[in-house]
Nanobody, 125 residues
């Protein structure tokens, strides 16, 4: 059974940094697309970052240059380093995994078949 468990969320002041981690079991992260999404109350789930099976990365303009997705194959984890945080980054952040056969751009919720429970990130102004 595939399990994804996020950690590292919390409260941080604007301009600060947080590092989120996603521990994966039942699936080898280097063989799948791995992604981070976020969702604020009353809003749709929003793409944040992904890394695919060959190490290619994708970010929306809203986080490009501030966020970095990476993976540690030895630990089978995926990380999201978030720098220069803004209040609009406040959301529940979710780790996701999807097989290569379903991936087109890797920016849609429907492309992923495994999700973590989410971790809260709050950025104060």
């Amino acid at each position: 059974q595939v399990q994804l468990v996020e950690s590292g969320g919390g409260l941080v002041q604007a301009g600060g940094s947080l590092r989120l981690s996603c521990a994966v079991s039942g699936r080898t992260v280097s063989s799948y697309a791995m992604a981070w999404f976020r969702q604020a109350p009353g809003k749709e789930r929003e793409f944040v970052a992904n890394i695919n099976w060959v190490g290619s990365r994708r970010y929306p303009d809203s986080v490009k240059g501030r966020f970095t997705i990476s993976r540690d194959n030895a630990k089978n984890t995926v990380n999201l380093q978030m720098n220069s945080l803004k209040p609009e980054d406040t959301a529940v952040y979710y780790c996701a995994s999807g097989p290569s056969r379903t991936l087109v751009r890797g920016t849609s919720v429907s492309e992923y078949d495994a999700w973590g429970q989410g971790t809260q990130v709050t950025v104060s102004s």
